[in-house]
Each structure stands twice: as structure tokens, then as C-alpha cells.
């Protein structure tokens, strides 16, 4: 299956987005008129710059306002259209978009239609170009695929074909039963093909699909399922990414690339297990399946002065039990949590941070293999000689993610490049690391969900909006099996906001209050809580005697869905990093996400 992106979906002049797209590995690209229009290259340098970086020209679009308009009118569009038949010529590009009319003057007549794209065709023809009719979900009379498809059989032109695009499909309906009409269209009509997906918002079609479109696996629709019965139909051209986005226009063009191209190559995974033949495409096909983490092996902080961390870990129970041979690495566990601490070179350039994770993978070099091929950058294996040749690589927001087989044997054990020393025994509270909140800068939250998603296996829920003092935060958790992993991935902080950029590791106790008194004992110091809260809980939820006192005294938050309780509290915040200690009973899923406003206000009130 060939691939392409259309220049629209990228930041940039037209000559970046080119080169973004060939050097992410796109097979085409669909030009985008503006693109053109404010480019100072000739078609005939762009043609040839396109083809010295090895991409077609899939698609010239769009024309609008085309069809269903009074005749003189329509002269108009003829004159407008032998123009850009003559530039697709120069351009080299033999297919252009007509997307459905939203014009006042457009008449509500199925057989005006038909008759002026056919004569439109006709002229196409003549300059060797297909017309590829798609209807825009807000088309003022056709906005439906079904209906397009209608106007397209009875002209009945060899050059007229319909373009099919996933967002205007989708957002219409996501009812399959309202897509069986695809396969009422022979694959030979279907001239073009354009993919994006979307949150699942409930907002006006048009703005929606001009700004939050996203890249397939990044939103709610099932764009896999689509294609799927798309491919049935014998539609051989490319899979094309058209995604108009707000945050895609202003990111880098280079990474945005990478990350549609990872959502293609996820994509025809996916149909290759719903049995499409994948043809020559090199690396899906031998992409060793996705075999989620199972665990967080450890988290590992960097930071340019250990005394302040190592204060923490020390109150929160945590003993110092090795170091690593031959850097400035400590190890602390307490239970089954390890937190490595990092006194070397990146912290004196990052501060105090989250850096890094293990985790915990079922075959480390089969998931290293997979995040290659899935165009993830790929972490030198060993550090120094003697180090264990462990599997890394690198999230889109920089986290380094080793792959881990602990005290597996036969597997690299990175245990195994720690050397023990004499330590005063670890605390009894049983932590686990329960969760790891990895705030993302603003241009990576929907490449942060699908890396997860398809490098990983992680599974990605739902959206939340998260009000801070300051600004509105929206957090989506990914998740592996058994909730072993747990990553809520936020976004929405200003660069330079320390509080709101702040990571966590949630610690789960057996028992919270516990741990928490033994913390503030071993004198940690808790996030305090307003009163105000506490009252609100009353008035939510009915406690037994004195346990709101509990509460209140250490600053426990508590929360409850269908499943059941959730008992949290934090620690300061050192640098970057704070701990959350927590209690998950009864099989509750979230992470508190109600409580979070008044965390994240306590948190501003402590700086
Ligand atoms: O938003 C638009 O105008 C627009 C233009 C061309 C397309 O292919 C499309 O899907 C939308
Ligand atoms: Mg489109």
C-alpha cells in the first residue's frame, strides 16, 4: 500500500513540508493550493524537487463550488479549471479533489450536478487528469459519501471518480450500518482516498474537521474498520493523511511527519490481522506484535543535587540498597518500587526531573524491534563496556524508555549493573509503583498517545479536562493489562510552568493512611489540603466516625467510581518531581482526575 500526506497536515514552507514528508518515509503527497500559491518555486521545481526526494504528486485539491450552479457560472469554473488542468500538467499530478459545493448560488439538483461534472471530466480528460468528487460533511446539498457516490454513477464519466475521506464519513455517522453503502462502489471509482481521525467532540462539523482532526489511532473514530471495508471495495490507490490541525500547523514539520507516517504503519497493522494482503510494505508485515509492559521496573530521576531526593525517599520509606558500578546512580526500593537516582551530566542540564523509566517488558528485544520499525528513535544499548546491553528508546517527549527483563534469566538484567551496599532496612508499606503522571510539552499529546498505543500496547482512555488555576490541563491516561502500567499523559501547561510541568510516580500503599502517618513521622511533609474540601466531602459522601478527621488531618484526597475507592495525598514537590501516596480499593480505575483542581491549587499556594 502506497502512502501519502497531504501538505496541508504539515508546518512550514512547501519545501519543508517536502522533505518532511520523503525523510518520515511517504511514498506521495496531495499538494494543497496555498501551499503552491505561496511558494516561490516553479510547478516545474516543485515537480522535480518532489521527485528527487522520491515522492508523487498524488493529488492536487481543492477545487470548490464546482457543481450544481447556473451555466453561466459554470463557465466560469471551465475557464478556473483548464487553468489548473494546465498547472497539473507542469506538476505532474493527474488527479485533482473537487470537494462538494457549499455555495449559495448551488442548486439542490442530483442531475445538474451529475451533467456539470461530467462536462468537467470531460475537459479533465482531455489534460490526461481523473476528478475525484468528495462530499465535505457540511456541503450544502451533498455531504454525504453515499450521495457523492450517487452524483458520480449517473455521470457516468471514465475520468469522474469519488474521493472518500474518513473525517467526513465518520463524523457524520460511525453507525456501520450507515457505511454498508461502501461497498455498493466499485474500487475503480474511488479515485482517492483520504484518512483522519478526531476526537469524538460534539461541535459544528466544519470547525471541527478544520481543527481538531488528527492522525489515525490519535482520536475516537475507527478508521482501521473503515479502510477495512474501503479495501474490500478493490481501492488500490494510496492511504492518504489529510489532517487540518492547530496544533500540527505550528509544530516542527519533521516530527509531525514521523508521527503520521507511525499511524499509517500502526494502521496497516492492523488490517494486515483483519486479513488485507500489506504487498511489499517492508517492516509492517514483520513487525513482531505488540506485548504491552507489564510493570514499571523503575523510574529514574536525574537531578543536580541528590540531598533533597534522597531526603524524600528516605521519609517516604525507601532504603538506598545499591549503586550503579560505574556511574552516579543510586538505587532505592521500598516494596516492590525502585526509584534510580541520577547525580550525572543530564541532571546539571535539567534539574531536578523524571527521566527516564523501566519497563518491565515480556521480550525487551522484540518491543526495541518493534519501536524501531514504529520510527522510534532507538537508544545506544550499552552505556559503558561493562554495562548490561540494555534495550532503550526515546518517547516523544524525550523520556528514555529501557526495556527491561529483571532478574529474568538468560536476559540482559540492568540489576546486574548495581552493586549492593550496607543499608538500614526499607519501611513496610508495601509500595508499588502504582502510576506515573509524564506531562508532555504541548506539541506532543496526541503523538505521546499513539506512540504508547501502537509502540507499546498501551491502551489508550479517555479524555479529561483538568482545571488549574492558571490554565486548563486535559490528561489522558494509557494503560497495559491488569493495570500493571499506568500512564495519565498530560497537557495544556505554558512552557515555563514549573507546577503544572511537574511529573509524578504514584506510590499504591496497602494501606495509605498508614503510610502517610509514618511519612509525615519520619518528617516528610504532606500537601496540605483547604478546609473547604473536606466540607465538601461531607456534604458528597458519608464516612464512618472520625474518618474524615483522618482525612482531613494528613491532607488524603478520596474519590470513588462504580468500582470503588481511591485514597490519595502528595508530597512537596522537589524541582520537577513530587510522590503521590495512594490507596486503590475495590477496583477503581482512575486517578483521582476530580480532586486534581484542588491539588494542583494547593500545590500553586506551597511555591
Ligand atoms: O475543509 C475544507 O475545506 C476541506 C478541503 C478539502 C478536503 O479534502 C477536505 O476534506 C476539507
Ligand atoms: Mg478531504
Same mark, same amino acid.
Given at each position: 500500500?502506497?502512502?501519502?500526506?497531504?501538505?496541508?497536515?504539515?508546518?512550514?514552507?512547501?519545501?519543508?513540508?517536502?522533505?518532511?514528508?520523503?525523510?518520515?518515509?511517504?511514498?506521495?503527497?496531495?499538494?494543497?493550493?496555498?501551499?503552491?500559491?505561496?511558494?516561490?518555486?516553479?510547478?516545474?521545481?516543485?515537480?522535480?524537487?518532489?521527485?528527487?526526494?522520491?515522492?508523487?504528486?498524488?493529488?492536487?485539491?481543492?477545487?470548490?463550488?464546482?457543481?450544481?450552479?447556473?451555466?453561466?457560472?459554470?463557465?466560469?469554473?471551465?475557464?478556473?479549471?483548464?487553468?489548473?488542468?494546465?498547472?497539473?500538467?507542469?506538476?505532474?499530478?493527474?488527479?485533482?479533489?473537487?470537494?462538494?459545493?457549499?455555495?449559495?448560488?448551488?442548486?439542490?439538483?442530483?442531475?445538474?450536478?451529475?451533467?456539470?461534472?461530467?462536462?468537467?471530466?470531460?475537459?479533465?480528460?482531455?489534460?490526461?487528469?481523473?476528478?475525484?468528487?468528495?462530499?465535505?460533511?457540511?456541503?450544502?446539498?451533498?455531504?454525504?459519501?453515499?450521495?457523492?457516490?450517487?452524483?458520480?454513477?449517473?455521470?457516468?464519466?471514465?475520468?469522474?471518480?469519488?474521493?472518500?475521506?474518513?473525517?467526513?464519513?465518520?463524523?457524520?455517522?460511525?453507525?456501520?450500518?450507515?457505511?454498508?453503502?461502501?461497498?455498493?462502489?466499485?474500487?475503480?471509482?474511488?479515485?482517492?482516498?483520504?484518512?483522519?481521525?478526531?476526537?469524538?467532540?460534539?461541535?459544528?462539523?466544519?470547525?471541527?474537521?478544520?481543527?481538531?482532526?488528527?492522525?489515525?489511532?490519535?482520536?475516537?473514530?475507527?478508521?482501521?474498520?473503515?479502510?477495512?471495508?474501503?479495501?474490500?471495495?478493490?481501492?488500490?490507490?494510496?492511504?492518504?493523511?489529510?489532517?487540518?490541525?492547530?496544533?500540527?500547523?505550528?509544530?516542527?514539520?519533521?516530527?509531525?511527519?514521523?508521527?503520521?507516517?507511525?499511524?499509517?504503519? +500502526?494502521?496497516?497493522?492492523?488490517?494486515?490481522?483483519?486479513?488485507?494482503?500489506?504487498? !511489499?510494505?517492508?517492516?509492517?508485515?514483520?513487525?513482531?506484535?505488540?506485548?504491552?509492559?507489564?510493570?514499571?521496573?523503575?523510574?529514574?530521576?536525574?537531578?543536580?543535587?541528590?540531598?533533597?531526593?534522597?531526603?524524600?525517599?528516605?521519609?517516604?520509606?525507601?532504603?538506598?540498597?545499591?549503586?550503579?558500578?560505574?556511574?552516579?546512580?543510586?538505587?532505592?526500593?521500598?516494596?516492590?518500587?525502585? +526509584?534510580?537516582?541520577?547525580?550525572?551530566?543530564?541532571?546539571?542540564?535539567?534539574?531536578?526531573?523524571?527521566?527516564?523509566?523501566?519497563?518491565?517488558?515480556?521480550?525487551?528485544?522484540?518491543?526495541?524491534?518493534?519501536?524501531?520499525?514504529?520510527?522510534?528513535? +532507538?537508544?545506544?544499548?550499552?552505556?559503558?563496556?561493562?554495562?548490561?546491553?540494555?534495550?532503550?528508546?526515546?518517547?516523544?517527549?524525550?523520556?528514555?524508555?529501557?526495556?527491561?527483563?529483571?532478574?529474568?534469566?538468560?536476559?540482559?538484567?540492568?540489576?546486574?549493573?548495581?552493586?549492593?551496599?550496607?543499608?538500614?532496612?526499607?519501611?513496610?508499606?508495601?509500595?508499588?509503583?502504582?502510576?506515573?503522571?509524564?506531562?508532555?510539552?504541548?506539541?506532543?499529546?496526541?503523538?505521546?498517545?499513539?506512540?504508547?498505543?501502537?509502540?507499546?500496547?498501551?491502551?489508550?482512555?479517555?479524555?479529561?479536562?483538568?482545571?488549574?488555576?492558571?490554565?486548563?490541563?486535559?490528561?489522558?491516561?494509557?494503560?497495559?493489562?491488569?493495570?500493571?502500567?499506568?500512564?495519565?499523559?498530560? +497537557?495544556?501547561?505554558?512552557?515555563?510552568?514549573?507546577?503544572?510541568?511537574?511529573?509524578?510516580?504514584?506510590?499504591?500503599?496497602?494501606?495509605?493512611?498508614?503510610?502517610?502517618?509514618?511519612?509525615?513521622?519520619?518528617?516528610?511533609?504532606?500537601?496540605?489540603?483547604?478546609?473547604?474540601?473536606?466540607?465538601?466531602?461531607?456534604?458528597?459522601?458519608?464516612?464512618?466516625?472520625?474518618?474524615? !478527621?483522618?482525612?482531613?488531618?494528613?491532607?488524603?484526597?478520596?474519590?470513588?467510581?462504580?468500582?470503588?475507592?481511591?485514597?490519595?495525598?502528595?508530597?512537596?514537590?522537589?524541582?520537577?518531581?513530587?510522590?503521590?501516596?495512594?490507596?486503590?480499593?475495590?477496583?477503581?480505575?482512575?486517578?483521582?482526575?476530580?480532586?486534581?483542581?484542588?491539588?494542583?491549587?494547593?500545590?500553586?499556594?506551597?511555591?
Amino acid at each position: 500500500m502506497r502512502t501519502s500526506i497531504a501538505t496541508v497536515s504539515l508546518s512550514g514552507s512547501l519545501t519543508e513540508k517536502l522533505t518532511a514528508a520523503a525523510r518520515a518515509g511517504f511514498d506521495g503527497v496531495e499538494i494543497f493550493e496555498n501551499d503552491l500559491l505561496a511558494s516561490p518555486l516553479a510547478p516545474e521545481e516543485i515537480r522535480a524537487r518532489c521527485a528527487d526526494l522520491g515522492l508523487s504528486i498524488d493529488l492536487y485539491q481543492p477545487m470548490r463550488d464546482v457543481e450544481a450552479v447556473p451555466e453561466d457560472e459554470f463557465a466560469r469554473t471551465l475557464r478556473r479549471a483548464r487553468h489548473k488542468f494546465e498547472l497539473m500538467g507542469r506538476l505532474g499530478a493527474d488527479t485533482v479533489l473537487v470537494c462538494s459545493s457549499v455555495s449559495p448560488l448551488a442548486e439542490d439538483d442530483d442531475a445538474l450536478a451529475a451533467e456539470q461534472l461530467a462536462r468537467l471530466a470531460d475537459l479533465a480528460g482531455d489534460f490526461g487528469v481523473r476528478v475525484a468528487y468528495e462530499a465535505l460533511a457540511w456541503g450544502r446539498h451533498v455531504s454525504t459519501y453515499d450521495h457523492a457516490w450517487h452524483i458520480v454513477e449517473t455521470a457516468g464519466h471514465p475520468a469522474l471518480g469519488t474521493c472518500l475521506d474518513s473525517f467526513h464519513i465518520l463524523s457524520r455517522s460511525s453507525d456501520p450500518k450507515d457505511l454498508k453503502g461502501i461497498a455498493d462502489i466499485p474500487g475503480e471509482k474511488i479515485f482517492f482516498l483520504q484518512l483522519a481521525d478526531a476526537p469524538l467532540l460534539g461541535m459544528d462539523v466544519l470547525q471541527w474537521s478544520r481543527h481538531h482532526r488528527c492522525f489515525p489511532g490519535q482520536g475516537g473514530f475507527d478508521v482501521t474498520g473503515l479502510v477495512h471495508r474501503i479495501l474490500h471495495t478493490g481501492y488500490s490507490g494510496p492511504l492518504s493523511l489529510e489532517v487540518f490541525n492547530d496544533v500540527f500547523r505550528q509544530a516542527e514539520a519533521g516530527p509531525t511527519a514521523v508521527d503520521a507516517r507511525r499511524s499509517l504503519l +500502526v494502521l496497516q497493522e492492523e488490517l494486515g490481522r483483519l486479513g488485507h494482503e500489506l504487498g !511489499e510494505e517492508q517492516g509492517v508485515a514483520a513487525l513482531p506484535a505488540p506485548a504491552a509492559p507489564t510493570a514499571v521496573a523503575f523510574a529514574e530521576l536525574v537531578t543536580p543535587d541528590a540531598e533533597p531526593v534522597s531526603a524524600l525517599l528516605g521519609a517516604l520509606g525507601f532504603a538506598r540498597t545499591a549503586r550503579h558500578r560505574g556511574k552516579p546512580v543510586e538505587l532505592w526500593e521500598q516494596g516492590e518500587a525502585r +526509584v534510580l537516582v541520577n547525580t550525572g551530566p543530564a541532571a546539571r542540564r535539567d534539574g531536578t526531573t523524571l527521566a527516564a523509566l523501566g519497563l518491565e517488558c515480556p521480550d525487551p528485544a522484540a518491543t526495541a524491534r518493534r519501536a524501531e520499525a514504529l520510527l522510534a528513535p +532507538v537508544l545506544p544499548r550499552r552505556r559503558a563496556a561493562e554495562d548490561a546491553p540494555l534495550d532503550a528508546v526515546a518517547a516523544p517527549d524525550g523520556t528514555e524508555l529501557f526495556l527491561c527483563a529483571t532478574n529474568r534469566p538468560g536476559l540482559p538484567n540492568w540489576r546486574a549493573d548495581f552493586e549492593d551496599v550496607p543499608h538500614t532496612p526499607a519501611a513496610a508499606d508495601g509500595l508499588r509503583i502504582d502510576h506515573v503522571a509524564l506531562t508532555q510539552p504541548w506539541h506532543h499529546f496526541d503523538e505521546a498517545v499513539l506512540f504508547h498505543r501502537g509502540v507499546l500496547g498501551l491502551e489508550p482512555r479517555e479524555s479529561v479536562d483538568v482545571p488549574d488555576p492558571y490554565g486548563l490541563l486535559r490528561s489522558r491516561a494509557v494503560t497495559g493489562p491488569g493495570g500493571g502500567v499506568r500512564f495519565p499523559l498530560t +497537557v495544556g501547561a505554558a512552557p515555563g510552568d514549573d507546577t503544572a510541568q511537574a511529573r509524578h510516580i504514584a506510590l499504591a500503599a496497602d494501606d495509605v493512611v498508614a503510610a502517610a502517618r509514618r511519612f509525615t513521622a519520619a518528617g516528610g511533609r504532606l500537601l496540605p489540603i483547604p478546609a473547604n474540601y473536606y466540607d465538601d466531602l461531607a456534604a458528597r459522601f458519608e464516612f464512618a466516625d472520625g474518618e474524615l !478527621e483522618t482525612y482531613r488531618a494528613l491532607g488524603i484526597l478520596y474519590d470513588r467510581d462504580t468500582h470503588g475507592v481511591f485514597r490519595h495525598c502528595y508530597t512537596h514537590t522537589v524541582g520537577r518531581v513530587f510522590f503521590e501516596l495512594v490507596q486503590r480499593d475495590g477496583g477503581y480505575q482512575g486517578y483521582g482526575a476530580a480532586n486534581a483542581p484542588v491539588r494542583l491549587a494547593a500545590q500553586r499556594a506551597q511555591r
